[in-house]
């Protein structure tokens, strides 16, 4: 089982047509994947998910060993 934490921005009232964005988490790994809409929010999850070992796909960190902030595009 793995765990995200998605965090959803909101726009300030009146600031016209709300969109789906904000930041995906894998609670694991502390991997951070921010998104616009539904299709990115389900590939950033797709992605964290498709690996469960380690160090296996998916498991993101950078050269130092800590957790990466990244963008889906």
């Known amino acids: 089982m793995r765990t ?11 600031a016209g047509p709300v969109t789906l964005r904000g930041v ?3 609670v694991r790994t502390g991997t ?5 809409g539904e299709e ?13 070992e380690e160090d296996g796909p998916g498991h ?7 957790p990466s902030k990244s963008t889906i595009e």
Request: net charge negative; charged share 20%.
């Open 40 to 52: 990115q929010l389900l590939a950033a999850i797709a992605l964290a998910a498709g690996g469960d």
């Open 4 to 14: 995200f934490v998605v965090r959803l921005f909101e726009p300030a009232p009146g």
């Open 24 to 26: 995906v988490e894998d």
């Open 32 to 36: 951070a994947t921010s998104f616009r």
């Open 60 to 66: 993101s960190a950078s050269a130092s060993g800590r």
